[in-house]
């Protein structure tokens, strides 16, 4: 257990993961900004009043404490989309990955109401980001380095606690989700799924009434609770690996079609890369390139 | 997946690893039944043993509110609890709009954003409205939010500077699951929840006039 947590290994699994994780924190700030003045600003539903309450004397990492000037928060807010842009390709890693931590917290610090449980996950991912070696790999920051000869092509191994982090991490969500449910009757008596379907405020593509009715909703309803499970136990498994998260992929992805909830499955599939270690996504890397060049020569010749 | 070579990871590192994920774990664990909470069912040895996992998280609990290892998790954002849909799903469909009156006694309904009503795309970007009504629908605990929001909802409906908002109430309009062998309501009750006299200096400061 210990060898696992602390080993040594490839970047570039880590590297992914960081690009992955900037990308929709950048996806998370353009769609935030859509209604930026209902939630940042004094006259919006949310004023910074609300947060000190919400804060309960307790001292929150918030850079907008006690701010209710407009172009100041519009600025912090601008600062973040930017350093997710610069986390995303891999630019300044460690400095861009804490500004980011950073401005994210503080703006879910700011207006905390407004927050689902993408957000969540969201913080702790970037945490792991920025106290890991994130730019070793799959970054401008390489890429710059390797070609003024300061790095080996090759990245060399890195400890890999931050990426075993994040899987804990997500083991840990998916355990105690299922626990959370086990504790209500309607996951437990298999109609759970009947309900949100007809919540219509999280509508978002339609499916056939059946897939929303029994018996169909016993079958959607244990999956769900199977799959959670599978997702914190399984696996770590090697053999089973790839089902259990092909599975979580099907599982999220039903979610993220038939309701309203962005984000929060696309960044909870954005961490089953980290379950792979950083060999085996650079051969599958080759791999895909290989398969590309193939029908090209083919085409050339 | 073991990588073959291993390096030195300094005992400080390991020591915080361990315990991040100590924390996060007591964190995110969740509450106890609210018998167990409510001490409807007391702390007796008998019962303790006959409930051994739910008084664990009812101690659990009880030192996530005592302990100072919360400030690590609060006051750097790395606070979590996934009850995402949990215990259960939420049974109680709703949204919301206000009821304005004017200064010259005219009414008009503004609406408050509903995802249903939305395209695709404006539903990607205004999510959070939902998710903030999620938030304030509590008579017991929310009221406190009402007064800026009925305000915020008089400046979304002022039209015409010279007749201001005076008065706003608050609407929830509603629908009670009652589960899949009952049948399903198809009508909205209505429920004004709040009204609200407009403050006239705020709305004006507001509307920067």
Known sequence: MMRWLFGYGSPVTFGVTRALVGFLALVNYLMLSFSFEAWFTESGFYPVRFAERWAGGVPRLNLLAGVTDTPTTMFVFWLGALAAVFVCLGLFSRVSTIALFVLVVTLHHRSPDILHSGDTLLRQLLFFLMIGPSGAAFSLDRWLAVRQGKAPVVPPPVSLWPQRLVQVQVAILYFTTVWHKWGGSYWRDGTATWYVPRLEEFDRFPLPAFVDDLPLVYVSTYATLIVELLLCTAVFVPKLRKWVLLSGLAMHGFIDYHFNIPLFGPLMVSTYVAFYEGDEVAAWWDRLKARWARPRQRVAA | ?209
């Open chain 2, 1 to 209: 997946m073991v990588p073959a070579q291993g390096g030195r990871v300094s005992p400080l590192v390991k020591a915080f690893v361990l315990a991040h994920i100590a924390l996060i774990f007591h964190w995110s664990l969740p509450m106890p039944s609210r018998r167990i909470a409510d001490r409807e069912i007391p702390p007796t040895t008998e019962n303790v043993l006959k409930y051994p996992i739910e008084f664990a998280l009812y101690a659990n609990d009880y030192a996530r509110g005592a302990s100072p290892t919360g400030y690590y998790l609060q006051c750097t954002g790395l606070w979590q609890y996934w009850d995402m849909f949990a215990p259960n799903p939420a049974s109680l469909d709703y949204w919301y709009d206000a009821r304005v009156t004017y200064a010259d006694g005219s009414t008009r309904v503004v609406p408050y954003p509903r995802m249903k009503t939305m395209t695709i795309p404006q539903k990607f970007v205004s999510e959070r409205y939902r998710k903030f009504i999620e938030r304030t629908n509590s008579d017991a605990v929310d009221n406190w939010k009402w007064p800026n929001f009925a305000q915020r909802m008089a400046m979304l409906a002022t039209i015409d500077p010279t007749n201001l908002p005076t008065r706003v109430e608050l609407r929830r309009h509603y629908r009670q699951l009652k589960g899949p062998f009952d049948p399903e309501p198809m009508q909205y009750e209505r429920f004004t929840f709040y009204v609200h006299i407009v403050v006239e200096v705020d709305l004006r400061r507001a509307l920067g006039s």
